[in-house]
C-alpha cells in the first residue's frame, strides 16, 4: 500500500473513530504510565453493535478461522455491552490512542471468547496476534471487529478483549454475547 493510500486510510479511520467518540454515550478513558515515564491515554466507547448488509468477501490466513473477511454496509447500531450474534450482527470496537511517538507501533491484541470451532484450529476459546498501526500527531485510530456469520461463532457468553503495549495492558473490554430476540408467534 502506498504512503498516501495510507494516510488517506488512517485519517478516514480517524474520523470514524472521532465521530463515534463524541456520541451521546461518554467514552471511557484508561491512562498507562510506563516505568520510564512514558504515558499514553486510550479512548473507546467500548463494543458497538453492528449490522452487516454486504456481500462481498475477501479471505486470506490471518485470523482465528484462518481468514480474513471484508464486508461492505456494516450498519453501526448502538454502543451496548450485550451484542446479540444472530445472523449478520456483530460488533465493533473503536479506540482512539493518544501519546504514541509518530510513527509505527506495534500492538498485541488478545481476545478471550466461549468455545466454538474454527476451520483450522478446532474449538478454541482464545487467540492472540500483533497489531501494526500508525501514529500521526501523537493519535492513533486502531478498531477491531466480528461478524457472526458462520453458525457455529452464535455462542452466546462473555468475550474479552486485551490490547497491549510495551508488555502492559492499554486496553480492556468486556462484554456479554445474547442470542438474538426470536420473534413471538402470532395469536390466532
Known amino acids: ?7 488517506w486510510w488512517c485519517f478516514g479511520l480517524l474520523l470514524l473513530c472521532a465521530l463515534l467518540l463524541s456520541c451521546a454515550q461518554q467514552p471511557v478513558d484508561r491512562r498507562t504510565t510506563f516505568s520510564d515515564g512514558f504515558t499514553i491515554i486510550t479512548r473507546t466507547l467500548g463494543p ?3 449490522q452487516h448488509e454486504g456481500k462481498s468477501k475477501f479471505f486470506s490466513k490471518e485470523t482465528i478461522r484462518g481468514r480474513s473477511v471484508t464486508y461492505e ?7 451496548t455491552r450485550r ?3 444472530g445472523p449478520q450482527d456483530g460488533f465493533l470496537i473503536p ?6 511517538p509518530d510513527g509505527e507501533h506495534t500492538l498485541k491484541l488478545e481476545v478471550e471468547h466461549p468455545p466454538f470451532t474454527t476451520l483450522y484450529k478446532g474449538s478454541a476459546t482464545y487467540f492472540s496476534r500483533q497489531e501494526k498501526i500508525q501514529s500521526f500527531n501523537a493519535k492513533a485510530p486502531w478498531s477491531y471487529g466480528w461478524i457472526f ?6 455462542v452466546p457468553g462473555r468475550w474479552t478483549l486485551r490490547l497491549g503495549y510495551r508488555d502492559a495492558l492499554i ?17 390466532s
Open 171 to 187: 486496553l480492556e473490554e468486556t462484554f456479554e454475547v445474547i442470542p438474538p430476540a426470536t420473534p413471538s408467534p402470532p395469536a
Open 95 to 100: 479506540v482512539l490512542i493518544y501519546g504514541l
Open 149 to 154: 456469520n458462520d453458525p457455529k461463532e452464535r
Open 73 to 79: 454496509k456494516n450498519i453501526l447500531l448502538k454502543p
Open 1 to 7: 500500500m502506498n504512503v498516501s493510500l495510507r494516510l
Open 48 to 50: 458497538i453493535q453492528t
Open 83 to 85: 451484542v446479540t450474534c
